[in-house]
């Protein structure tokens, strides 16, 4: 069991540059999620999907843009990065809520440094 | 909005003894889910325990046991023998149906040998 994949686990970015953080789901998750945790902080949710399709912001979602072609695929687009962004993602995935299921289960995470 | 607080920064605790780590919650929802989670230097999320609101028995895996308190609002976790595995970050974190899991600042606990 893969789990939830992410990749990049680390990269350093240069002011304005963009890219894409990748994040993949085998356990057939409709729900995925980014967050972003700061250091010595806790997580903020900045996007969230419920589905293939379908896509809402979070807390903290100003600067990155998500898409969800798939139900496994969940990737976060930063576009002209600013060093506000250097941080820690982590992508996350769950099924619904019940009984035995609403916990999430998350990725390695991907350390940003934008310089 | 719904806001989970975890007010000691910082803890530490000697091996083979007994922590509590302390959490309080707010939320106007009747039904959700409370969790507690454990970020080792590695990074990793690693859920430790779980507990449905609806369940008046407190939840316990393992060495691993929560005091909920509804009324109250307060979700602690207590670790018993505590083992040199057990230093981490602690987050405690809130979820439902309607709103998508928050995460409290984080607990860093120290067990010295």
């Known amino acids: 069991n893969a789990g939830v994949t992410q990749t990049p686990k680390f990269r350093i970015l240069k002011i304005g540059q963009s890219m894409t953080l990748q994040c993949t789901q085998d356990?057939?998750?409709?729900?995925m999620y980014w967050y972003r945790q700061d250091p010595g902080m806790g997580l903020k949710l900045i996007y969230y999907?419920?589905?293939?399709?379908?896509?809402d912001k979070g807390e903290v979602p100003n600067g990155y843009n998500v898409s969800r072609s798939t139900t496994e695929d969940f990737p976060l687009r930063l576009e002209l990065a600013a060093p506000s962004q250097t941080s820690v993602y982590f992508c996350?995935?769950?099924?619904?809520?019940?009984?035995?299921?609403?916990?999430?289960?998350f990725g390695s995470g991907t350390r940003l440094t934008v310089v | 909005a719904q806001t989970v607080t975890q007010s000691q920064p910082e803890m530490s605790v000697q091996e083979a003894e007994t922590v509590t780590l302390s959490c309080t919650y707010d939320?106007?929802?009747?039904?959700?889910?409370l969790f507690w989670y454990k970020q080792p230097p590695s990074r990793q999320m690693i859920l430790v325990i779980r507990?449905?609101?609806?369940?008046?028995q407190n939840a316990t895996e393992n060495r691993f046991s929560v005091n909920f308190q509804k009324a109250a609002k307060s979700f602690s976790l207590k670790i018993s023998d505590s083992q040199l595995g057990d230093t981490a970050m602690y987050f405690c974190?809130?979820?439902?149906?309607?709103?998508?899991?928050?995460f409290g600042a984080g607990t860093r606990l120290t067990v010295k040998p």
């Open positions: 996350a995935s769950r099924a619904g809520w019940g009984a035995t299921s609403g916990s999430y289960t």
């Open positions: 356990m057939n998750h409709n729900y």
């Open positions: 999907s419920v589905g293939a399709g379908i896509t």
């Open positions: 939320t106007s929802e009747s039904n959700y889910y």
């Open positions: 507990q449905e609101a609806y369940k008046q």
């Open positions: 974190a809130f979820g439902s149906q309607d709103n998508d899991m928050r």
